[in-house]
């Protein structure tokens, strides 16, 4: 049987990085609108463009994962019926002519 995990893990360091970069970007993005020299509608308007974008970028990442998944579920799929093709098959055995 094939050995590969079913769901392949990301590490600790990496989430970690992940979210001290999404913060960091959004938490500079947030003072940058905060301190902008300009009306309170235009800072209004940035606030609600950058949450259309971070809602966006968590439904853009679902799908990217999904996909991904879904690849990887089609790839076990065609592991296991290649194993069991190779099961059924004896290579060693020797035909009569």
């Given at each position: 049987m094939s050995s590969t995990p079913l769901r392949?893990?990301?590490t600790t360091a990496f989430f970690v990085q992940s979210a001290i970069s999404f913060a960091l970007s959004?938490?500079?993005t947030v003072i940058?609108?905060?301190y902008l020299r300009e009306?309170?509608?235009v800072r209004g308007f940035l606030a609600i463009g950058m949450l259309y974008?971070?809602?966006s970028s968590f439904t853009l990442a679902k799908c990217v994962r999904d996909r991904q998944?879904?690849?990887a579920?089609?790839?076990r799929v065609d592991q296991a019926r290649l194993d069991k093709l190779l099961a059924e098959q004896?290579?060693?055995r020797v035909q009569d002519h």
């Open positions: 392949p893990r990301t959004l938490g500079a940058g609108i905060a009306s309170g509608w974008v971070v809602t998944e879904e690849g579920l089609v790839s004896d290579l060693l």
